[in-house]
């Protein structure tokens, strides 16, 4: 069975830096790409980033390009998310997603529980 | 950027209706499009995928069509466990847009 465990998430303050894990396992993991997506609290989905299953590609959308930072770990089977310069509309739930896509996204498929990253003072 | 409209952004069917939900893209994305439930609560669950193909386990009342600019995601007898908003999302190139979800609700 297919698993991805997110943890990380946290309050910390508008400037801020946190860092997300996605802990995967049921599957091969450095046979698949993997994303990042958040829902703000009452909001709809937002892709924010892809890494490919060799790290060699990312991808960032334009509200998190120069201040997220995706990484991956294949003998840890682990997924990360590094936040910097966090702001309040940063405010979410983080889903780490399993990709079919090797080079770039192709469907997200199995999705985790998300955590939830909340930037206030 | 391609943005990607969905409409409606809420409906409202008996059980047993057909329902059609449109994601329409700014600009052409061939086939490249996927679907997405997320029931209240819960976690997103991939759909549809390349337009019209079912995610495996999905039930078949889901279907997909649309190439292009159109796209339609049809339940064809709508269930109570179908209460879920349901997003589109492009896949043909960064950034991997979802369209801003459909809620759907029963009559």
């Known amino acids: 069975e297919v698993q991805l465990v997110e943890s990380g998430g946290d309050l910390v303050q508008p400037g801020g830096s946190l860092r997300l894990s996605c802990a995967a396992s049921g599957f091969v993991f450095d046979r698949y790409g993997m994303d990042w997506v958040r829902q703000a609290p009452g909001k709809g989905l937002e892709w924010i980033s892809f890494?490919?299953?060799?790290?060699?590609?990312?991808y960032y959308a334009d509200s998190v390009e120069g201040r997220f930072i995706i990484s991956r770990d294949n003998a840890k089977n682990s997924l990360y998310l590094q936040m910097n310069s966090l702001r309040d509309g940063d405010t979410a739930v983080y889903y780490c997603a399993r990709d079919p896509g090797q080079i770039a996204v192709a469907r997200l498929d199995n999705w985790g529980q998300g955590t939830l990253v909340t930037v206030s003072s | 950027d391609i943005q990607m409209t969905q409409s409606p952004a809420s409906l409202s069917a008996s059980v047993g209706d057909r329902v059609t939900i449109t994601c329409r893209a700014s600009q052409g994305i061939s086939g490249y499009l996927a679907w997405y439930q997320q029931q209240p609560g819960k976690v997103p669950k991939l759909l549809m995928y390349?337009?019209?193909i079912l995610q495996s386990g999905v039930s078949s009342r889901f279907s997909g069509s649309g190439s292009g600019t159109d796209f339609t995601l049809t339940i064809s007898s709508l269930q109570p466990e179908d209460v879920a908003t349901y997003y589109c999302q492009k896949y043909d190139s960064s950034p991997f847009t979802f369209g801003g979800g459909t809620k759907v609700e029963i009559k």
């Open positions: 890494i490919s299953s060799n790290s060699y590609t990312t």
């Open positions: 390349a337009a019209s």
